[in-house]
């Protein structure tokens, strides 16, 4: 399951605040004074238009395993000094009450982070003359309407023209991953690092196999730079004799690629050369080293949610999804699995488990300001691990959001989608488990 929607840091540009009237957008007959915004990552973007009339539009697009979405907000603002005021129309907007504004950067949000110098916006101001055309294309959406009055910005026919363009556009940068935490510092003695032994498994994923193995491959540089025994072991070559053989003494087992919905008898858990390898060869093949870590990184239903998932399956159903994936390792005496479905976000978890951090605690700063946690309880199958599930905040799924997708002859169906939540962050663990307990 690729991790569609916030896979990262705000990404900002400096920018010069221009508040004076430009051309009518697309059809709009009220003119366009102003607008502001953020990426999010590159399959999630931000916009903020002000116009004349102090209306205004908030605009969100996000890619979801190649399908777009638009999310879209109306309402009136109004501007004093150097405070933006939002008047919203939904009980559940997604925007915040207001925005403060900044003359020569942007929007914050936080007054306090305004007031330093060097905070990056929340929302930079877009001076780009694109807004005045009646569309623009977007290297990852496609076309988008400009018009004010268009509820849907990403109309069907005119998406078929840059189909190509959107689905080839984003491709997830290892390099990058890797360079970002060259930097990092780990505390724990080299000696100690040496005696740790990490398997890392990418299985077959149609969609985002390229894409994994980069990710996964990152992962693998990092702790190797480290002196961590590494093993690598990427589709086509993900072989399941390769991978028991590989488990034996292993502190930190990651896998990387589909997930499956099966049910409690015949829970799948890795999906390699051979297929679907079963919940109960998983417990007779791995032999993972007493109080190992096991990461799942963009496996369907490891965290909860599923791509093939029609709306939101609420909380009981995602519980019982993540805890049927750690059942699978509780009996090897694991220390913690832990379910990201994210970009972006193993490495930053091992660099605060390497550090010392008890598990528990990794697992809630890895809750974003997108997401809140739905559900804590002692694991049905031992009461010593913590099951944790965190979701999307009910205000991020309000409001009317749109999917693309292919119909039987090959068509692009625009429809709408029901507001749902996603369920993209799990663990089951002892929640004091630390890297010192590799070594008991």
């Known amino acids: 399951m690729k991790a569609s929607f916030l896979i990262g840091n705000l990404m900002v540009l400096c920018c010069t605040l221009s508040l004076e009237c430009l051309a009518n957008p697309g059809n709009s007959k009220v003119k366009l004074l102003s607008v502001f915004s953020c990426e999010r990552s590159p399959q999630h973007k931000v916009l ?24 879209r907000e109306t309402g009136v603002y109004k501007l004093g000094a150097s405070k933006l005021k939002i008047y919203k129309r939904k009980k559940n907007s997604r925007l915040p009450k207001k925005y403060y504004l900044l003359s020569s950067k942007g929007l914050y949000i936080s007054r306090q982070k305004m007031r330093k110098g060097d905070a990056s916006p929340d929302l930079i101001v ?13 290297p990852v959406f496609g076309r988008v309407s400009n018009s004010k009055s268009a509820s849907n910005k990403l109309a069907c026919k005119e ?7 959107r689905t080839k556009a984003y491709k ?5 991953y890797y360079k970002k935490h060259l930097n990092a510092v780990i505390h724990l003695s080299n000696d100690s690092l040496k005696k740790i ?11 985002g196999n390229i894409e994994f193995i980069e990710e996964q491959s990152a992962v693998a540089a990092f702790l190797k730079k480290w002196g961590v025994n590494v093993i690598e072991l990427y589709y086509p070559n993900a072989k399941w004799n390769d991978v028991k053989a590989a488990s034996e003494g292993a502190n930190i087992f990651i896998y990387s690629g589909h997930g ?7 829970q799948g858990i890795l999906y390699l050369n051979e297929g679907i390898i079963y919940g109960q ?7 993972l080293h007493r109080n190992a870590l096991v990461i799942f990184n963009h496996a369907c239903s490891s965290a909860g949610s599923s791509a093939g998932d029609k709306g939101d399956i609420g909380i009981n159903e995602a519980t019982r999804r993540v805890e049927d994936y750690a059942k699978v390792f509780i009996p090897l005496k694991i220390g913690c699995y832990y379910a990201n479905n994210y ?14 951090m008890a598990v528990n605690k990794i697992y809630k700063m890895a809750i974003k300001e997108n997401l809140t946690i739905a559900l804590t309880k002692p694991h049905k199958l031992d009461s010593r691990y913590e099951t944790s599930v965190a979701g999307t905040k009910m205000e991020e799924v309000a409001g009317i959001s749109y999917v693309i997708s292919t119909d039987s002859k090959g068509n692009k169906v625009l429809s709408k989608l029901p507001a749902q939540r996603r369920y993209s962050v799990a663990y089951v663990g002892l929640p004091n488990f630390t890297v010192k307990d590799f070594f008991k």
């Not at 998406?159 to 363009?165: A, C, G, N």
């Not at 060869?281 to 032999?287: N, S």
């Open 48 to 71: 903020l238009k002000l116009y004349e009339d102090k209306s205004f539009e908030y605009l969100e697009f996000k890619i979801i395993r190649s399908k777009a979405y638009a999310y």
């Open 126 to 138: 877009d001076n780009d003359t694109k807004y005045h055309e009646p569309f623009f294309t977007d």
């Open 159 to 165: 998406l078929k023209e840059d189909q190509s363009l």
């Open 172 to 176: 997830f940068n290892g390099d990058e």
């Open 197 to 207: 032994k990490a398997v890392i498994v990418v299985g077959a994923d149609e969609s």
């Open 260 to 266: 499956a919905v099966l049910g409690e008898a015949k």
């Open 281 to 287: 060869e998983i417990l007779e093949g791995l032999k």
């Open 343 to 356: 970009y972006e976000s193993v490495i930053p978890f091992l660099i605060s488990f390497l550090n010392g």
